[in-house]
């Protein structure tokens, strides 16, 4: 049974920093591509970065710059390392694994087979 869990959100005020951890379980599958996704009170789940098996990443054009996607394959673990936050990077943040649905890593939620319960991240102005 796949289990991803988030870790790491909390409130922030703006310009502060949250380092997201995510452990994952019953999944070793390290050439699979994963990421973060985050959703907002009334809008709909998006992509913030994605990496892939050779550890290549994507970013939103949003966080590009802010944050940082990585992974600890030895200990099943996705990071986001998000520094110079602002409010509107509000949100509950969810860590996927895409399960090989598309051979490339991408940002499109329906890409992804497995899903965490996602971690809230504030950040007050």
């Known amino acids: 049974q796949v289990q991803l869990v988030e870790t790491g959100g909390g409130s922030v005020q703006a310009g502060g920093s949250l ?6 379980s019953g999944y070793t599958d390290n050439s699979d591509y994963m990421a973060w996704f985050r959703q907002a009170p009334g809008k709909e789940r ?3 970065a994605a990496i892939d098996g050779g550890d290549a990443t994507i970013y939103d054009q949003s966080v590009k710059g802010r944050f940082t996607i990585s992974r600890d394959k030895a200990k099943n673990t996705l990071y986001l390392q998000m520094n110079a936050l602002r409010p509107e990077d509000t949100a509950m943040y969810y860590c996927a694994a895409g399960g ?3 051979p490339i890593a991408t940002l499109i939620h329906v890409d992804y087979t497995y899903w965490g319960r996602g971690t809230q991240v504030t950040v007050s102005s």
Do not use: D, K
């Open 100 to 102: 090989h649905v598309v």
């Open 19 to 24: 380092r997201l951890s995510c452990v994952a």
């Open 46 to 48: 998006e992509g913030v």
